[in-house]
């Protein structure tokens, strides 16, 4: 009897030591499971706040270009340097030192605070802070910011934490924003409004009504031999690798008592002292001429 009562007691023991092992074990399981699926939930929020961040950079930037083209407009004249000009709208919310109200509460640093405070809905702390800014233009239809951040991100748990310092970019397209070139050079006169031309062939044969409509109405195509956008809010009208030009309308000009000229209708060498030769072109206005070097682009050759 005593040995069964040992063998029975022992048994007991062995099933009570499992049992309290499989406890720790399932614990321990639910512990790394939970912590997993805690870090997991803090990646998607973090690159959430990233995408977040270029929205709103991209909010920002789109008002700075307006603040600047508010500023020829008012002024008659074109920006300096108009990437310093737009980081300085971008940081201090001014144009050459001068406050601009479409920047209020939309400068870079703006958003700090908003950043932040997005962490209590995930039970994180966030510190966010601008390192620096550049405004490039990527290609003929895009101007690029590009801010330097830092961000660290900690669960409020101690469970994990993310700290990054990296480039943040918010591609800004250029239709629909104001050419200056016509601003300043018509005294505000003529406004014409960059929009992409849907025409891939301008002249067939002898038939240009694709040119003829492209011109009148004001489209723009990509154009190494012409200034890029960031170019011509400074008054710039040297050809840029990622140039866009337009087909100057001359009765547009005409019809409101500006002085007109006999040479290329491309705007850039229109509203420029060039005057390369130019050549009238069949089926177009007797006021259309274009150069040389344009004949051959858009097919008029």
């Known amino acids: 009897m005593n040995r069964r009562g040992i063998f029975f007691t022992s ?12 406890i720790g074990i399932y614990a321990e399981f639910n512990d790394r499971t939970g912590i997993k699926k ?47 000009a737009i980081e300085e709208a971008l940081i201090n919310g001014s144009v050459n ?33 601008l390192l620096d800014v550049h405004v490039i233009q990527e290609d003929p239809w895009n101007v690029m910011l590009e801010a330097s951040i830092k961000l660290y991100v900690e669960d409020k748990g101690g469970l994990a934490s ?11 397209p250029i239709s629909g924003f104001e050419d200056p070139t ?8 003529v406004n014409r409004k960059i929009a992409k031309s849907p025409f891939g062939v301008f002249v067939q044969g002898s038939d240009a009504t694709n040119l003829l409509n492209h011109t009148l109405s004001g489209y723009y195509i990509a154009s190494a031999n012409a200034p890029s956008f960031l170019k011509r809010l400074q008054g710039d009208l040297s050809s840029d690798e990622n140039g866009i030009e337009s087909l100057v309308n001359v009765p547009e000009l005409s ?5 007109t000229y006999s040479k290329s ?10 005057n390369p030769p130019s050549y009238a072109v069949q089926g177009m206005p007797s006021w259309f001429r274009l150069d040389e070097a344009s004949l051959a682009r858009y097919g008029a050759g």
Request: glycine share 6%.
């Open 11 to 22: 048994l007991a023991i062995i099933v009570v030591a499992l049992f309290l092992l499989s």
């Open 38 to 84: 805690r870090i997991e939930s803090m990646d998607n929020f973090v690159f959430s706040l990233e995408q977040d961040i270029s929205r709103q950079n991209y909010i920002s930037g789109y008002r700075a270009i307006l603040s600047l083209q508010s500023h020829i407009t008012t002024e008659g004249t074109f920006i300096n340097d108009s990437e310093k």
């Open 97 to 129: 030192g001068r406050a601009v109200n479409l920047m209020e509460g939309f400068k870079l640093n703006d958003w700090n605070s908003k950043v932040s405070q997005s962490g209590k809905s995930v039970n994180a702390n966030i510190n966010y802070s």
């Open 162 to 172: 993310w700290n990054k310092t990296e480039v943040i970019k918010s591609k800004i």
């Open 182 to 189: 016509y601003l300043v050079h018509t005294n505000g006169k």
């Open 255 to 259: 019809s409101q008592g500006i002085q």
């Open 265 to 274: 209708v491309v705007d850039s060498i229109y509203f420029s002292l060039d």
